[in-house]
């Protein structure tokens, strides 16, 4: 039998091409580059897209926000037996705001808008029987996002449309 020898510097690893040159496994710079550049741009378009979404959101909590008010209004008014009234308007520095007043007194705090925000000036009255006196109330944004705020005057429903 012969034994196999191994000298110092020998390996047993194919050769590339027959020249002499090892075969090595990696990328190389550029294909890294490449690949890093994607993932950037398909980030950034991603962060956009949320950026949107977020914003449409807050505004819709807002508008969530006050249809709320305006149903608590309704509901108190019925279970009370009292009229409720809705206000919305702005107030010494521009800012809009809106309040609930049972009877013509206010009840509670007025509540601020978001800087940025614009509410048609309003007074929507919630009858002990169920019905409103009705309208349409419009909520816009800064970023261009609007909504309808709509109160039936008949069932004093509210809805929100876009």
Known sequence: MKALTLQAGSSREPEAGGRGL???AGF?????????VI?????????????????????????RKIAITL??????????????????????????????????????AAASLPEGFEMTPTIVAFYPRGYSSGAAISLKDARGHSASINIDPVLG??????
């Not at 710079?29 to 690949?35: A, N």
């Not at 398909?42 to 949107?52: Q, R, W």
């Not at 279970?79 to 206000?87: A, H, I, P």
């Open 28 to 36: 190389t710079l550029l294909e890294l580059i490449v690949v890093l």
């Open 22 to 24: 090892k075969a090595e």
């Open 39 to 63: 993932l950037g741009m398909a980030s950034s378009i991603t962060m956009l897209e949320v950026g949107k979404r977020r914003d449409k959101m807050l505004f819709m909590d807002e508008a």
């Open 157 to 162: 429903k509210v809805t929100i449309g876009r």
């Open 71 to 108: 149903k608590a209004a309704r509901q108190k008014a019925v279970m009370e037996r009292v009229e409720y009234s809705f206000t919305s308007g702005a107030d010494i520095g521009g800012i809009p705001y809106y309040a609930l007043s049972r009877e013509g007194q206010p009840t509670g």
